[in-house]
């Protein structure tokens, strides 16, 4: 059943499948003969890719996936940990018929896609970052308190690891959250819609969505073990790498991690991309997935 009411996208339909244990929410539409897999992050859904869909669907089969724990898929009580989560991906990928897929992801998602490429190297094509890094032990440098004039600390960070809290203090008030968190991280919060900040709230707007969200933070622990088990260069498919308001933290470290990788920034945006800047996002990816 839909927790979430979305305006109909031309050309896509709403599936589900039974993967790895848990029952995934999934957007599909286009015609081409090779699979794209879009993965959202936090505290967002599939709708974040509702920009790049209708193009995108020109020359893939383009999937967007509500990851374990968002929107409509379910909502477990455990296997929250991104390797899990890839293989949630990878049996989905499966499902639909395909050996391998072109692997895209954005915040938390860009973290499943990067243990998607990491753990089934043989099932992808080629991989798209922005925004993200898979977790590891550099995390625990992340500031808790912001010098004198920092904007935008990350304070959800820490806040998400905490159990049982954020529930009681969000829960039925998440459009609060979901507005402070695009007036001071996003780099355009006029290219967000009443309607698109209303789908994104009532997506987390519950108890159970909350702490399955918040449950992709607890994880990192366990994420952080099992990157320091992957190869010292763990990404061997073709890679693009971009980023917004993050490159200067971000891209020296995604640069170690591929032996093929692109990177582009694109000044002056925010954190979430696929919202805000999806013409300059399409021309890359286009660019890329040649």
């Known amino acids: 059943m839909s927790t979430t009411n ?14 790895n244990g848990t029952r995934l929410h999934y957007v599909i539409g286009g015609q081409g003969d090779d699979l794209m897999v879009l ?3 936090w505290p967002r859904t599939w709708w974040q890719f509702r920009k790049l869909m209708p193009k995108l669907a020109e020359r893939f089969r ?7 724990g968002m929107g409509d898929s379910d909502k477990p009580g455990c296997g929250y940990d991104k390797k899990n989560m890839a293989r949630d991906i990878y049996e989905l990928v499966r499902s639909l018929g395909y050996s391998k897929a072109h692997i895209c992801g954005e915040d938390i998602g860009g973290m499943v896609a990067y243990s998607y490429a990491v753990n089934h190297p043989e099932a992808t094509d080629k991989l798209a970052l922005w925004e993200t890094i898979h977790p590891n032990e550099g995390f625990y440098g992340i500031p808790m308190l912001p010098q004198p004039a920092q904007d935008g600390l990350q304070w959800w960070l820490a806040f998400n690891m905490v159990k049982d809290l954020p529930e009681a203090v969000f829960t039925g008030r998440f459009r609060t959250v979901q507005d402070w968190i695009i ?14 900040r209303a789908i994104y709230a009532a997506a987390y707007n519950t108890s159970d969505a909350i702490r399955a969200g ?14 320091k088990e992957y190869p ?5 498919v073709p890679t693009l790498f971009l980023a917004g308001k993050s490159a200067p933290l971000i891209f020296p470290m995604i640069e170690k991690k591929a032996a093929d990788i692109r990177t582009v920034e694109l000044a002056g945006a925010g954190h979430f991309l696929s919202d805000e800047r999806p013409d300059d996002l399409l021309a890359v990816l286009d660019d890329f997935f040649v």
């Open 62 to 68: 383009v999937v967007a996936v509500d990851i374990r």
């Open 214 to 227: 918040n449950a992709w933070y607890q994880e990192w622990h366990q994420d952080m073990v099992d990157d």
């Open 6 to 19: 979305y305006p109909s996208l031309r050309g896509f339909e709403h599936e589900y499948a039974d993967v």
């Open 232 to 236: 010292e260069t763990p990404i061997t």
């Open 39 to 41: 993965l959202p992050g």
């Open 183 to 196: 007036e001071h991280y996003s780099g355009s919060p006029e290219s967000y819609t009443e309607e698109d």
